[in-house]
């Protein structure tokens, strides 16, 4: 809810209690995800000055395969994993535009093999041979005509617009080369019934969807995450993304959570004005 420039309370619904409550405070955060807060400032009639509420949702380009290192080669394990980050020499955000995630015994360090009885059967699959994969992640600008579009009431479902983009297109032949000589390197060979193809991970397969609710001039939240138009209003997700970057962005949203949280502690509010506490 909104008087002006403020938000002045947030209603809720309760699950457990089953009842509809009010909350008030000072600041406000909103961080639903990418989804649901660009679909909660829709549904709350929140200004838009910049037209950019709920559009721009992007998620980057993701390629990967699986392999094996058989038994015998140097590089075979069979109780222990690795999981390494790399990225080109040169890479900017136009050029070399991805990382690399190499992962050796990967069945020992993700979560669907956690499970003994899934473990033991995927091994019993594999042979002894050591389960590996290659993961290349793009760097990937905003698409502007992908977009989340509310109709109705908050219990209807956002109609969601999303493409994939086409950042990795013109790295493709480069990323094959360096994903056959990493493969070789290792002695690797393919796992039975399938092939070292690159294959395209799905959109939104691992939830790294941006940018509905995105940082900058433009935009509609300032540098220290202030939502424009509302005063004590600021959103804290991957919503306020500039761009899907080739990193996955845990660590970085983490860091802007803990930057927000000071810079939220430092303010002081006053009815008319924000200031710096000295």
């Not at 000072?26 to 910049?50: C, D, F, I, R, Y």
């Not at 222990?80 to 040169?90: A, D, E």
């Not at 209807?156 to 080369?177: C, D, F, G, H, Y």
Request: hydrophobic fraction near 40%; include cysteine.
């Amino acid at each position: 809810e909104t008087s002006g420039a403020q938000v002045t309370a947030v209603t809720a619904h309760d699950l457990i209690a089953n009842k509809i409550r009010k909350f008030k405070a000072k600041q406000v955060v909103l961080a639903a995800g990418t989804l649901e807060s660009a679909k909660l400032a829709k549904v709350s009639g929140l200004p838009n000055p910049s037209g950019k509420l709920g559009v721009g949702l992007t998620d980057h380009p993701i390629y990967f395969t699986h392999f094996a290192i058989p038994q015998g080669k140097p590089w075979h394990r069979t109780e222990t994993c690795s999981k390494t980050l790399s990225r080109h020499k040169q890479a900017s955000t136009t050029h070399h535009t991805y990382n690399v995630i190499l992962e050796l015994g990967a069945d020992l360090n993700q979560g669907r093999y956690i499970d003994l009885d899934t473990l033991e059967k995927h091994r019993q699959l594999k042979g002894e041979a050591m389960f590996c994969e290659i993961v290349f992640l793009f760097n990937a600008p905003l698409l502007d005509a992908n977009k989340l579009e509310q109709f109705g009431p908050h219990f209807a479902k956002p109609e969601v617009t999303v493409a994939r983009s086409p950042a990795a297109n013109l790295q493709w032949n480069e990323i094959n080369v360096l994903k056959n000589q990493i493969i070789a390197s290792l002695d690797g060979i393919n796992i039975a019934g399938e092939s070292l193809d690159l294959h395209e991970a799905p959109l939104g397969g691992v939830a790294h969807e941006v940018g509905t609710l995105r940082l900058g001039a433009g935009g509609c939240v300032d540098e220290n995450l202030k939502y424009f138009g509302c005063d004590n209003l600021f959103v804290c997700d991957l919503s306020v993304f500039p761009s899907s970057p080739a990193a996955n962005p845990t660590l970085t949203l983490a860091a802007l959570a803990l930057r927000l949280a000071e810079h939220l502690r430092t303010l002081v509010y006053t009815k008319k004005e924000c200031f710096l506490r000295p």
